[in-house]
């Protein structure tokens, strides 16, 4: 049933894509519109599987930046889009509102893309889109950084002080959380790496030049490939602190577990000592039990007997005990060589 809803679903707006358009202006000129999704695709020369990247109703795993003739299709984490020579679209899952994070974008990329060239020392239009993309896809990772940081560093902190399952527990929630985050920003290092080691890629993205019948050549990409430089530091950093974080998770969890296996273990050197106490009082018991099965033995007649058998059932429990003691000892004591 689940399978028919979700097919029936894709059928049904399987031809739709939505869509927000800036001009070469900077000017949005269509907000959250509807196009076809063949006539993207012949008009902005793609192919059907560039827009299964971007068309997904579910958040993309894996980050993506395609170098196409005359565009560039970019899917990082929260902004999924098509930058020409003269035009930004920003695609939208269909059916779906626009977040926070990307509505602030929008602004930023239009201001960019209106005042940019003054501002930022009249680079080309497709460099002002890219720098407004990257921009806000790294102060979305670091800002996600920071509260992973403080939530984690709050928690390791009160495990210093007092370690209870709920704090355990939790660290492992917020674990599991930061190792999601840290694959995310991995990734998303690893393609802009990847990019800057394709210098036909890098030379194909300018795509104002190609515009004008000038392409650059494959060793030409110096201000494109500072751009992407600048911005692999900025992840990488992102990707060290979290790694850094991530490392003092595992040394807390090691500690912890090294201290719950002290105290297990103190736990059962504890009941080792009341079960060599309890052989040795039984030990002397022995002793009783035999004397008291109602035989004729004619020691109790004897001046001595009682305190005779009192003394060597006394000294046999205290022998056992101090015996298994010093044999409990001895396996305590560990050294480096296992002497």
């Known amino acids: 049933m689940i399978l028919q809803r979700s097919l029936t679903h894709k059928s049904t707006n399987d031809n739709l894509v939505r869509c927000t358009i800036f001009d070469d202006k900077g000017d949005i000129s269509v907000v959250s519109g509807d196009f076809k999704r063949s006539e993207l695709l012949l008009k902005h020369g793609l192919l059907p599987r560039d827009l299964r990247k971007v068309e997904s109703p579910h958040a993309s795993i894996v980050p993506t930046i395609l170098v196409r003739k005359n565009s560039i299709l970019i899917n990082l984490v929260h902004i999924k889009a098509l930058v020409k020579s003269d035009m930004v679209i920003l695609f939208d899952v269909y059916g779906t509102n626009d977040s926070k994070t990307q509505s602030v974008f929008m602004y930023d990329l239009e201001h960019k893309l209106k005042h940019g060239s003054k501002i930022m020392g009249g680079i080309s239009y497709e460099m002002r ?23 984690i560093n709050g928690i390791l902190a009160e495990l210093e002080e007092d370690i209870n399952r709920e704090k355990l527990r939790y660290l492992l929630i917020q674990s599991k959380k930061l190792t999601a985050f840290y694959q995310k920003a991995k990734l998303i290092r690893e393609v802009i790496d990847e990019l800057l080691e394709h210098d036909e890629d ?47 998770i595992r040394n807390t969890e090691d500690i912890v577990n090294i201290i719950l296996d002290t105290n297990r273990n103190s736990l059962m050197l504890l009941d ?67 002497d």
């Open 272 to 338: 080792l000592r009341f079960q060599i106490g309890t052989l040795g009082l039984s030990s002397g018991t022995l002793i009783a039990s035999l004397y008291g099965m109602n035989l004729k033995n004619f020691i109790e007649e004897a001046q001595y007997g009682f305190i005779a058998i009192a003394g060597g059932a006394s000294f046999l429990s205290v022998f056992v005990i101090v015996h298994f003691l010093k044999s409990l000892t001895r396996l305590q004591r560990m050294t480096m060589t296992g």
């Open 129 to 151: 889109a890219l720098e407004a993309i990257f921009i806000s896809v790294i102060s979305a990772l670091d800002a996600e950084m920071k509260v992973h940081i403080m939530v």
């Open 202 to 248: 890098l030379a194909g993205m300018y795509l104002t030049a190609k515009a004008e019948g000038k392409p650059r050549a494959l060793n030409d990409h110096s201000e494109m490939e500072m751009l992407l430089e600048t911005y692999y530091k900025h992840c990488d950093e992102i990707v060290q602190t979290v790694g850094n974080l991530i490392s003092n």
